[in-house]
């Protein structure tokens, strides 16, 4: 019974786990929703449900408001690429800066553009 519920171990392989996911958010850019997710499902089982170090504000599932703005933002995407591969240069590049002023990064890419939030 003396080692039944080890804090310090939990707490030091959480320590770990959000510096390998902090590593791995610097050396990529374009990481997929999904594994924010799970990272995410793993904290709030561990850190937040079991030993209650750590709150977090909005739950995990994205408000049907939420996926509409992610597709929203797909599509400016995709019409900036349109725009692009015929040479309007112009609209593409309202898109980015208009994209810019809502708070949300474009980067061109060689696999095409990505968006992040600032």
């Given at each position: 019974?003396?080692d039944?519920?080890?804090?310090?171990?939990?707490?030091?392989?959480?320590?770990?786990?959000?510096?390998?996911v902090?590593?791995?958010?610097?050396k990529?850019?374009?990481?997929?929703?999904s594994?924010?997710?799970?990272v995410?499902?793993f904290?709030?089982?561990?850190?937040?449900?079991?030993?209650?170090?750590?709150?977090?504000?909005?739950?995990?599932?994205?408000?049907?408001?939420?996926?509409?703005?992610?597709?929203?933002?797909q599509?400016?995407?995709d019409?900036?690429?349109d725009a692009?591969?015929?040479?309007?240069?112009?609209?593409?590049?309202?898109?980015?800066?208009?994209?810019?002023?809502?708070g949300?990064?474009?980067?061109?890419?060689?696999?095409?553009a990505?968006?992040k939030?600032?």
């Open positions: 019974m003396d039944d519920f080890n804090t310090p171990k939990a707490v030091s392989i959480i320590y770990d786990f959000v510096r390998a902090n590593s791995l958010f610097a990529h850019d374009n990481i997929d929703v594994f924010y997710k799970e995410r499902k904290l709030e089982a561990t850190a937040q449900n079991v030993l209650g170090i750590l709150k977090f504000d909005k739950p995990i599932e994205q408000t049907k408001a939420d996926n509409k703005e992610d597709e929203l933002i599509l400016l995407i019409i900036r690429s692009k591969k015929n040479k309007n240069f112009e609209l593409a590049d309202m898109i980015r800066d208009r994209l810019n002023e809502l949300f990064q474009l980067t061109d890419t060689k696999s095409g990505t968006v939030r600032k």
